[in-house]
């Protein structure tokens, strides 16, 4: 109200992300990155599990706007609730679509993933730590969805165990699977194709007789960083759900400076 009783109007603000852009350049992506949320997701035993994921927003933007409404993501994002479920993946990516006007969304979704896992020996039980990721896009009415998981293993070198007196070199190896799939394929079954594949799996917590376990065994079953993602690989080609993959491991060797690195990529029939 004014001095006078008289109702101000409404402040105009320029709206600069409107405005014609002259440059005739579309842009492929363009949205927020990095924003911090609170997630659920289904496990394999149809539980679910709480965490935090890190999210990107991104639609297209026709070459004739100068901006996108960053705002606008944010609103999306907020309007499913305080917590995203995996089920409202293709309504997020639609309505995306819907309130910034674009052909294209995207959505990218990565979070830490806990298991609880029992040492070898001991049978003591700890959480283990994985990183899982959700890639889904709309272009129109179609939406493609990219699940990602990130596992670490320990490799053993067979050249090493083979030449050498006293021993062998061994390391942590980083494997990362990004699949398409007809239907779900649990994280925790990509998990188990990637453990199964290393010389040895990892675990949060081992007494004396587990560290032994693991160790005889790494040294049992040694595998190159080719031989790892080959091993990944074929799991992926028996599983009847999974229609494209892509395998990489990294080795972060103990005995060189610089990692080893392979990677196989598939579309399956």
Known sequence: ????GKTKPPLKLD???????????RI????????????????????VQNTVATI????????????THMSRFVEVLNAHGNIIHVENIPDILRELQAKLNSATSHLE???????????????????????????????????????????NV???????KAIARYGAHNQRGEVTVALRSKDVVWIEEVI???????????????????????????????????????????????????????????NFESIHNHNAYACIEKKKK
């Open 28 to 47: 492929d992506k363009v949205g927020v990155r990095g924003l911090r949320f609170p997630i659920q997701v289904q496990d394999l035993a149809r539980t």
């Open 15 to 25: 709206d600069k992300q409107s405005e014609r852009d002259t440059r005739e350049l």
């Open 109 to 151: 979704i990565e979070f830490p993933y806990f298991m609880s896992k029992k040492s070898p020996v001991s049978r003591r039980e700890s959480l283990m730590d994985y990183v899982a990721r959700f890639d889904a896009a709309a272009c129109g009415a179609d939406i493609d969805f990219v699940l990602t998981v990130k596992v």
């Open 154 to 160: 320990t490799t053993l070198c067979p050249c090493s």
């Open 56 to 67: 990107g927003m991104f639609v297209d933007l026709p070459k004739e706007f100068k901006g």
């Open 1 to 4: 109200m004014s001095r006078t």
């Open 192 to 250: 188990a194709m990637i453990e199964a594949s290393g010389s040895s799996e990892l675990y949060a917590l081992l007494k004396r007789q587990d560290e032994k376990a693991v160790t005889e065994r790494a040294y049992e079953n040694p595998v190159f960083v080719e031989d790892l993602v080959r091993n990944v690989a074929l799991r992926l080609n028996a599983h009847k759900l999974v229609t494209w993959y892509k395998v990489e491991a990294e």
